[in-house]
């Protein structure tokens, strides 16, 4: 098991979102962050004052993964996120030592989201 990390434009969001639904991972977590990787420093003006802008708004994608299924996630990430510029973002892919699912303490793979899963609305029977 493996924790997918990314770190994304926030306009690349509702892209990276579909295209890991469509490789049917639906258990994530998403996050506003603020980062400085590559890109330039900007300067704005704010109020007649100058400002450094040193951190850019992200959004961080957090899903946790059975072993053959990280490869789908990243290049799922990729697809949705990738612009080919400065500041595209990174992903960071973590092992998990234990995973339990509160609601039935179903541990390790079987407490993570089936990635086969095929329900993605709740509305659905």
Known sequence: ???VTAVVRPERVQQVKEALFQAGISGITLSRVSGHGG????????????????FHDKVEFRMAVSEPFVQVAIDAICRGARTGEVGDGKIFVQPLDRVIRIRTGEEDAAALTPVTETRLDPEQP
């Open 1 to 3: 098991m493996k924790l």
């Open 39 to 54: 890109e330039q420093i900007v300067i704005e003006h704010y109020r007649g004052t100058r400002v450094m802008v040193e």
